[in-house]
């Protein structure tokens, strides 16, 4: 079955407590993305990238991190996360090449909570 | 202004009738077009796309797009209750993906 996989779905954390929420995808797809999602605020992109080893910053990249060193796989790294990070993520594929880079498929998200 | 713009609704329309889902944008230089629906606790997906002005229509859905005046419309023919969700529209911007808020529909037996 064709899909995006993020681990862990749920995660209680404390204030600066380093953490990484994986995100793998069996599509052979070239584009990956993190987004969050906050009440208000809507769906905002973190991080993209369009291939291995090539990553470029969404709109709000302050306080993670990504790497692309497989083209299945783009964790998303919170060295020291703060309360202002909690929020709903969801990471995302797609085909490279024009505009199918847009048209995305989405993980299942991970609600995540820092304290 | 806001790059992607959409009433937050609730939008309520009765089953059966047409939902009218409608998005502005900021960039006059937009040539890609989405629309993915999320609903409640699940995550997005993608629904409609479009790419020229004028209509696109996929089953029940139709996409409609105006460049000129810089928005871009989704109609629901035939609401049911299973259509009830959030719709987002999604611009791109370099290789970005700038989401609107959404919409939410709610659809009443």
């Known amino acids: 079955e064709a899909q995006v996989t993020q681990n862990p779905r749920y995660l209680i954390t404390v204030t600066g407590k380093k953490l990484t929420v994986t995100c793998s995808q069996n599509m052979n797809h070239e584009y990956m993305s993190w987004y969050r999602q906050d009440p208000g605020l809507g769906l905002r992109q973190i991080y993209y990238?369009?291939?291995?080893?090539?990553?470029d910053k969404g709109d709000v990249p302050e306080g993670y991190k990504v790497s692309r060193k497989e083209k299945r796989n783009f964790p998303l790294i919170l060295e020291s996360p703060s309360p202002n990070q909690t929020s709903l993520y969801f990471c995302?594929?797609?085909?490279?090449?024009?505009?199918?880079?847009?048209?995305?498929?989405f993980g299942p998200g991970t609600r995540l909570t820092v304290t | 202004q806001k790059e992607v713009e959409q009433n937050s609704g609730p939008l309520s329309v009765p089953e059966g009738a047409i939902a009218s889902l409608n998005c502005t944008y900021s960039d006059r230089g937009s040539q890609s077009f989405f629309w993915y629906r999320q609903y409640s606790g699940k995550s997005p997906e993608l629904i409609m796309s479009i790419y020229s002005n004028g209509d696109k229509e996929d089953g029940r859905f139709t996409a409609q797009l105006n460049k000129a005046s810089q928005y871009v419309s989704l109609l629901i023919r035939d609401s049911q209750p299973s259509d009830s969700a959030t719709y987002l529209c999604a611009v791109p911007q370099g290789g970005k993906l700038i989401f609107g808020q959404g919409t939410e529909l709610s659809v009443k037996p």
């Open positions: 995302a594929s797609s085909l490279a090449g024009g505009a199918s880079v847009y048209e995305q498929y």
């Open positions: 990238s369009m291939n291995v080893e090539v990553t």
